[in-house]
């Protein structure tokens, strides 16, 4: 038998409480490419994610010009500085006003590029991400990966619409918004199906001796993928552990009470929640678990704090001063928390490259100040194997069609997931 038929197209590790996939081997490709018609090679799997936060930004950091070599950032844009040749910054273009604009349906309209119904009907669209689940999320064990990092909020707005709407980016259907997780910790066992009484045992260890008899099996490089992939999952265990001591810590619990999973596993600042969901979104995709994922920093008129930032009121209070330093600070912080994930994608190899070569991760906030929607801040990282170029400012300030909806069409396309329409445009946006 030779070595590459020992490998299936997708190796899943498996032992009692636990669940774990590998990242995307170059060996499996080998194995892979023999029961493929004519010997077509079978590439890295491509990805899509998209990180929201809302109430708009501070428009005078908010700048990028030049592309390659010339390409400049602005201070928003600061921690992007090491991967900026793996982003596009692309500035003008739009949704309806009325599918963004005001408070109470930015996050609703991000991703769907529909203006969802006022009074007590709820009524949006299938968002981008779950017509890319819906579509390719039965070649891997979690169509996809809905998160926030802030509780959704009921009732209506005094505009008459429904809270729903503030608080969900990702749509199942018209009238389905996706359950986010909150919980870091259930969102790690949602990742590796481990059993909740378990969380204290590393999912290493349940898996340890069948990772060492697949990495007898792997070329050399994959042997480096899958240490580094080890190396991966026992930093986030280590850092949930260590939020599960500190809690019990600040409420003078039994030490013993680490042996059973805490009732609330959301960490106390949100610096850190949002961290380890990137982490989370990062181990993801680099073991094929799900290659769709959505994250909620914030919502609309969004009630997060920021005491780490010398901060004191709430978002959502600091965005009525969008052009303050409080608020530039603000904006900056968000932009940080996306070039953690970019760049945790980019250290990951794959193929000739990294997860982040063949993924599209998405920044936006639904509103340029906070209420104001001429134009959509949005961040693209990643070049989605292949499906375009990197590193450019792409300004549609002038162009004659500047639907952000465009876009979307454009990468659905190239996710393979071709449409004649979505949101207001029939046509891609063919400039990226």
């Known amino acids: 038998m030779k070595k590459s038929a020992r490998l299936s197209r997708r190796v899943v590790l498996q032992s009692v409480g636990a669940m774990v996939a590998l990242p995307w081997l170059e060996s499996l490709r080998v194995a892979a490419d023999e029961g493929v018609a004519g010997g077509d090679p079978v590439g890295p799997p491509k990805r899509f994610a998209c990180l929201f936060f809302g109430d708009g930004i501070h428009p005078p950091e908010w700048w990028s010009k030049g592309s390659g070599a010339d390409l400049e950032l602005g201070p928003a844009?600061?921690?992007?500085?090491?991967?900026?040749?793996?982003?596009?910054?692309?500035?003008?273009?739009?949704?309806?006003?009325?599918?963004?604009?005001?408070?109470?349906?930015?996050?609703?309209?991000?991703?769907?590029?529909?203006?969802?119904?006022?009074?007590?009907?709820?009524?949006?669209?299938?968002?981008?991400?779950?017509?890319?689940?819906?579509?390719?999320?039965?070649?891997?064990?979690?169509?996809?990966?809905?998160?926030?990092?802030?509780?959704?909020?009921?009732?209506?707005?005094?505009?008459?619409?429904?809270?729903?709407?503030?608080?969900?980016?990702?749509?199942?259907?018209?009238?389905?918004?996706?359950?986010?997780?909150?919980?870091?910790?259930?969102?790690?066992?949602?990742?590796?199906?481990?059993?909740?009484?378990?969380?204290?045992?590393?999912?290493?260890?349940?898996?340890?001796?069948?990772?060492?008899?697949?990495?007898?099996?792997?070329?050399?490089?994959?042997?480096?993928?899958?240490?580094?992939?080890?190396?991966?999952?026992?930093?986030?265990?280590?850092?949930?552990?260590?939020?599960?001591?500190?809690?019990?810590?600040?409420?003078?619990?039994d030490p013993r009470e680490l042996l059973q999973r805490p009732s609330d596993g959301i960490p106390n600042m949100i610096d850190e929640h949002s961290r380890l969901m990137a982490d989370i979104i990062a181990m993801a995709f680099q073991t094929d678990r799900t290659r769709i994922a959505t994250l909620l920093l914030t919502n609309n008129l969004s009630g997060q704090v920021y005491p780490f930032l010398g901060l004191r009121q709430d978002h959502h209070n600091f965005s009525h001063g969008w052009q303050n330093k409080e608020f530039a600070s603000i904006t900056r912080f968000w932009v940080e928390q996306y070039a953690y994930l970019v760049k945790r994608l980019a250290e990951m190899p794959e193929g000739d490259g990294s997860v982040l070569d063949n993924s599209c991760i998405l920044l936006a906030n639904e509103q340029w100040t906070a209420h104001s929607a001429p134009k959509v801040p949005l961040i693209m990282a990643g070049g989605l194997g292949g499906s375009y170029e990197t590193g450019r400012t792409l300004d549609f300030e002038n162009a004659s069609d500047r639907r952000l909806s465009g876009l979307y069409l454009s990468l659905l396309d190239r996710m393979g997931v071709p449409m004649n329409s979505f949101g207001n445009s029939d046509e891609m946006l063919s400039e990226i």
Not at 93 to 117: C, D, F, K, S, W
Not at 172 to 190: G, R, W
Request: glycine content about 6%; some cysteine.
């Open 77 to 253: 844009f600061a921690s992007l500085e090491s991967v900026k040749q793996q982003v596009n910054f692309i500035h003008g273009l739009q949704h309806p006003e009325a599918v963004v604009g005001g408070h109470a349906r930015g996050a609703a309209g991000i991703l769907t590029g529909i203006q969802p119904a006022g009074g007590r009907k709820i009524q949006a669209a299938t968002s981008l991400d779950q017509i890319l689940a819906q579509r390719l999320g039965d070649e891997t064990v979690l169509p996809s990966l809905v998160l926030a990092c802030e509780r959704p909020v009921s009732g209506f707005h005094e505009s008459g619409y429904s809270m729903m709407y503030s608080s969900h980016v990702s749509w199942s259907s018209p009238v389905s918004p996706v359950p986010a997780e909150l919980y870091p910790s259930l969102a790690f066992d949602s990742l590796f199906e481990s059993k909740s009484n378990r969380t204290h045992v590393s999912v290493l260890d349940h898996v340890l001796e069948q990772l060492n008899d697949v990495t007898r099996e792997v070329s050399s490089a994959d042997r480096a993928k899958l240490d580094e992939y080890a190396t991966s999952v026992r930093e986030v265990e280590q850092r949930l552990i260590k939020l599960q001591e500190r809690r019990v810590e600040e409420t003078e619990g």
